[in-house]
């Protein structure tokens, strides 16, 4: 793997284009307890995984184990979040430094 859970989940986050604080209401995690993970300080718990994975199941593949971004499965979701991201990676608008660009399919 090239990246950590919290690199991935920070990649994640800047390619939904929410704020840190956002991310963490959306997800119930403490705004600096997801600070903490995405600087690499400390580890995801189980429950952030299963949290962030109850909002956002299109990625727990990306984010648990660097797999796959299914971009039909973030199109065809209900949350629009998801749906803005697959639009954003068929623009292009793919944020650097995080290989996700080679997770699409």
């Not at 909002?55 to 593949?61: Q, R």
């Not at 803005?84 to 080679?102: R, V």
């Amino acid at each position: 793997m090239k990246l950590r859970a919290g690199q991935r989940l920070k990649g994640m986050r800047e390619l939904l284009g929410i704020t840190r604080e956002d991310f963490s209401g959306l997800v119930d995690i403490p705004w600096i307890r997801m600070k903490s993970i995405e600087q690499q300080k400390v580890r995801m718990a189980e429950d952030e995984f299963a949290k962030i994975g109850h909002k956002f199941p299109e990625f727990m593949p990306w984010i648990t184990y660097e797999g796959d971004i299914v971009v039909e499965d973030l199109r065809n979701s209900s949350e629009p979040l998801c749906q803005l991201a697959a639009a954003k990676i068929a623009a292009g608008q793919i944020p650097p430094g995080y290989y996700i660009h080679e997770k699409i399919k």
